[in-house]
């Protein structure tokens, strides 16, 4: 799948130090910086990445987020170093929590396009009504095409069991 990204020049809001954009383009459509949050670790609350939500119109109702058709974009930049195993782990329990044991083949392929991170390094998810594009530092590792699981994978962040509160309510502008 070729993406078309165009970055503007304007910033909207920086956060842990890194500066998000106001719009991104993305094959053709114009998406809006919807909200901004820090997903943290541990009980000491260690920031691992902000995380930029873009979509076609902002919202801060997450179901409708998750049940539109429309092209989303998740941006997380990392200010700190995680490991493999640890990116693996973290995303295989949200996985779980998402799906059950459901979607295992498109989880398979989705963990399997993961690597490690170091600070200052991009990690993004494009999400369209059939699939999902996952990008390193802006360049395709792939491309998952499976709707279920494009739209269970946004759940990880939207859903019931997001990896921290603040991240949530953060992506979601509230």
Known sequence: MLINLFLGLAFAATLGGVEFTETKTLT????LLNGLGMREATIFKVDVYA???YLEK?????QEILSNNETKYL???FVRDVGLDKIVETYQTSLDQVFADKELEARTAFLSKMKPMTKGKSMALMFTE???DVLFDG???????N???ARGLLEVWLGQTPPNPGLKTGLLGI
């Open 58 to 62: 902002k919202n801060n109702n997450a």
């Open 51 to 53: 995380a930029g939500l």
């Open 147 to 149: 709707p279920t699981f």
């Open 75 to 77: 941006e997380m930049f």
């Open 139 to 145: 360049q395709s590792a792939g491309v998952i095409e």
């Open 130 to 132: 059939k699939s999902v």
């Open 28 to 31: 053709g459509k114009n998406l």
